[in-house]
């Protein structure tokens, strides 16, 4: 390359310079030219082995810099996003409870309301309510107490006045059979069958 910029220098030249010129400074032209040409492109080969070198101690330097700072600006990335991950974990509990709330409450309150308009439609049927339900099984369970006692003294007097005709007969004297009246048989109290034990309703 060097000669060819040196022929077409040479050819410029030479046009440019009136034929009086000798070729032995033509010649002594062009060695300086290039000489000159040489020199300029050691330097540049120079510079660029120069910057190479430079860029190299310099490259690692500067790629080591980067790698420290892309660490820090990680940890600082990091401590952020598990800050704000921990405060939008935290809202959404919080939002999660008061939902809840709100949902248990309707819920609540929907039981409520079902409650009142069944009692209502029952009573509207004549179908007693819980209340009623107590206070009667109260009344039934109070009863069968009362029938228990009245039927107890009944039971036990037939048995002694069994007990008492036996002891009669040997006391008497023989004596002569007279046709006696016969009394009308008591009527006897039927047994009042057991009724069973009412079961008050269990509340809910």
Do not use: C, Y
């Not at 609540?108 to 009142?116: A, H, I, K, S």
């Not at 009863?143 to 008497?172: D, F, I, V, W």
Request: aromatic fraction near 2%.
């Amino acid at each position: 390359m060097a000669k060819l910029k040196k022929t077409v220098r040479a050819k410029a030249a030479s046009a440019k310079r009136p034929k009086s010129a000798k070729p032995a400074d033509l010649q002594a032209k062009a060695e300086q030219m290039s000489r000159s040409i040489v020199g300029s492109a050691q330097q540049i080969w120079m510079a660029g082995m120069g910057a190479f070198h430079r860029a190299q101690g310099e490259g690692s330097k500067m790629f080591e810099a980067l790698v420290k700072e892309g660490m820090s600006i990680e940890q600082t990335t990091r401590k952020l996003a598990t800050g704000k991950v921990d405060a939008v974990r935290d809202a959404v509990e919080d939002r999660v409870g008061v939902v809840r709330e709100r949902a248990v409450d309707t819920w609540d309150r929907l039981e409520n309301v079902f409650e009142t308009r069944v009692q209502r439609a029952l009573n509207r049927l004549g179908v007693p309510g819980r209340e009623d339900l107590a206070e009667l099984t109260k009344r039934v369970n109070e009863l069968n107490a009362e029938l228990r006692k009245l039927s107890k003294p009944a039971a036990s007097r037939p048995a002694k006045a069994a007990a008492k005709p036996a002891r009669k007969p040997a006391a008497k004297k023989p004596a002569a059979k007279k046709p006696a009246a016969r009394k009308p048989a008591k009527p006897r109290k039927a047994a009042l069958p057991k009724a069973p034990k009412p079961v008050a309703p269990q509340g809910e």
